[in-house]
């Protein structure tokens, strides 16, 4: 079964300060691995996805496969970061996502 | 152009009731799926549909909760004989391409936020 951790709830930082969100999965194929992340009063958005190897808003995420990890960093957090982190995974041909539990980030001033 | 729309946003059901939930996916959108989150979770897959074809409902926790879509864009997650449990965020999602592997991967609706009283 494929499972999503997320272990911190909440990860308050101050702005301009690195950012490391963790995820570790447990799955023993190729899993797609993602992060989407909803602000206050919006919907859940994609923010990246690891075949993509962009960085969107500053953000990166590296697939560790040894490690099954999958860890989203920033180097130097913003106010307008403040969200709900939400990493995620599929199959290699799956649809289905399998989500954590979630992360608040709170970028203070 | 529109996003995914759900409807209604919020939804108070008295136990034992049963309720509709409606999603209006992206037009053009094929794949449509639908989600639970309860309280301080992620969501939780409940099912999957390939425009008209519901292809995994392997999430679905009873045999309460049922799915359709009859003419592959607009869909109804039912819940028969509401309880407290069913409380949750019920969130829809489509997708353009049949995988998730699309440039864009999937888009939120707003979720119906389902109390049972």
């Known amino acids: 079964a494929q499972r999503v951790t997320q272990p911190e709830k909440l990860l308050s930082v101050f702005k301009g300060a690195p950012v490391e969100l963790k995820c570790n999965y447990s799955?023993?194929?190729?899993?797609?691995l993602f992060w989407y992340v909803q602000y206050s009063r919006q919907r859940l958005q994609l923010l990246l996805r690891?075949?993509s190897r962009e960085s969107i808003k500053g953000f990166t995420a590296d697939l560790n496969k040894g490690e099954t990890s999958f860890h989203l960093k920033k180097p130097f957090a913003q106010e307008e970061d403040s969200a709900m982190y939400y990493c995620?995974?599929?199959?290699?041909?799956?649809?289905?996502?399998?989500f954590g539990a979630g992360t608040i980030l709170r970028v203070k001033s | 152009g529109a996003g995914v729309s759900q409807s209604p946003r919020y939804k108070v059901a008295k136990r034992g009731q049963d309720v509709a939930l409606r999603c209006d996916p992206i037009?053009?959108?094929?794949?449509l799926f639908w989600y639970q989150q309860a309280l301080g979770q992620g969501p939780e897959f409940l099912t999957y549909?390939?425009?008209?074809?519901?292809?995994?409902k392997s999430g679905l926790p009873s045999d309460r909760f049922f799915a359709e879509r009859p003419e592959g864009s607009v869909s109804t997650l039912k819940i028969q004989r509401t309880q407290q449990e069913d409380s949750a965020v019920y969130l829809c999602?489509?997708?353009?391409?049949?995988?998730?592997?699309?440039?864009?991967?999937?888009?939120f609706g707003p979720g119906t936020r389902l109390t049972v009283l």
């Open positions: 999602a489509s997708s353009l391409v049949l995988t998730l592997r699309s440039p864009r991967g999937q888009y």
């Open positions: 799955y023993s194929g190729s899993p797609e």
């Open positions: 690891h075949i």
């Open positions: 995620a995974l599929s199959r290699e041909y799956g649809n289905k996502l399998v």
């Open positions: 037009s053009g959108h094929v794949s």
């Open positions: 549909f390939q425009n008209e074809a519901q292809l995994d």
